[in-house]
């Protein structure tokens, strides 16, 4: 007979959590395993909470298993280390993000991409590799591989900070791969959200020319005026959007809803780099005559493996680069929800779980 998430595990655990696809979530007692000899305990302090946590609650993916811990932008203070621990020691400011877990032994692993081995495990929402569930960081506590654990610097701020385990990873990454780091150039950044703006941010720390697309045209001053982007258009205006055609080197599409692509190819100069961040739930349309007629490319892009992912804090932190957050208690998380649902956030909301989480 299988063991209940109270029992399954020695050390006892507590955070919210999802029962079903209603989303809504609710305090939850569960447990954690010991600190083995690769591991890494840690007292969590922030959660960001990600759009991707929304799909996943509410099952819009398809693959939700409940109860249903989320949260992946997780940031806190070790508690404990095994024996094995060489990285972390008790006292250090550290995160974990969207996985957990490899093979460790594949090419991917190999070259320091653990985020697209076959065999990654999520943070939440997964089986572990004893078989049990993970649950995320929505919760006073997390044992982890010290291989997925990262270093805060020091002069990163917690609350600010913890997004960008998912949100800056996951814009830097593609920067990185698909060459979007040679000064002068020209990235349009579509949606102004929790990835856009810190994607507003690191462009401009590799000293790209930014503009920002989006559907809100009262987004403007702040993406000029407040986070330094260079333009601004609003998608909704044709007579905006055609003359900007062929004007871009690279394009970054965080959005997670379903749109159009052929207005964003059409901003690209030949040769030009469009690459989709957000997951929208039902395909998009792929127009293939701009890609033939321009020899443009629709790529991906998914977080970045442990190395790159402390290699961009590194570069934050240089840069003093951190998201714009509104920090709220862990009793307000459904009230977030609702909000994120309606892109009311400016722009990632973080849980401060040390000073509210209580059973």
């Not at 024996?83 to 993000?97: H, M, P, T, Y």
């Not at 900070?161 to 780091?181: E, F, I, N, R």
Request: glycine share 10%; charged share 20%; net charge negative.
């Amino acid at each position: 007979m299988a063991k209940s998430p109270e029992t399954e595990h020695p050390q006892k655990a507590f955070g919210w959590a999802a029962r079903d696809s209603s989303g809504v979530l609710s305090p939850f007692n569960f447990s954690r395993r010991e600190n083995g000899d690769e591991d890494v305990t840690i007292k969590i302090h922030f959660c960001g909470i990600c759009h991707s946590d929304l799909h996943a609650i509410k099952n819009e993916w398809g693959f939700a298993h409940y109860p249903m811990v989320p949260g992946h932008e997780i940031v806190g203070i070790v508690m404990k280390s095994g024996k094995n621990v060489e990285k972390f020691r008790e006292g250090d400011r550290v995160g974990v993000g969207v996985m957990v877990g490899s093979c460790m032994s594949c090419d991917y692993c190999n070259q320091d991409l653990e985020n697209y081995c076959p065999k990654m495990i999520f943070t939440y929402n997964s089986v572990y590799h004893d078989g049990t569930a993970n649950y995320g960081g929505y919760s006073d506590m997390i044992v982890v591989d010290q291989h997925f654990v990262v270093r805060i610097p020091d002069a990163m701020p917690f609350d600010a900070g913890a997004p960008l385990l998912c949100a800056g990873v996951t814009v830097y990454s593609p920067m990185k791969y698909y060459g979007m780091t040679e000064p002068g150039k020209h990235l349009g950044i579509v949606g102004l959200g929790g990835l856009g703006h810190v994607a507003v941010k690191i462009a401009k720390a590799f000293g790209l020319k930014v503009t920002v697309i989006s559907h809100s045209p009262g987004k403007e001053t702040e993406a000029v005026d407040r986070l330094g982007a260079d333009g601004f258009l609003v998608s909704s205006d044709p007579l905006k959007i055609k003359a900007a055609f062929g004007s871009m080197d690279y394009i970054i599409d965080t959005v997670s809803s379903v749109h159009a692509l052929t207005p964003l190819l059409a901003l690209l100069k030949p040769n030009g780099k469009l690459i989709t961040l957000g997951l929208p739930d039902k395909p998009l349309e792929l127009p293939i005559f701009p890609l033939v007629l321009g020899r443009k490319l629709v790529g991906g892009s998914d977080i970045g493996g442990m190395k790159e992912t402390q290699e961009m804090l590194d570069f934050c932190a240089k840069h003093n680069i951190t998201a714009d957050v509104e920090v709220i208690p862990m009793d307000q998380v459904n009230v977030a929800m609702a909000r994120l649902a309606k892109s009311d956030v400016r722009y990632r909301f973080v849980i401060d779980v040390a000073n509210s989480l209580s059973k």
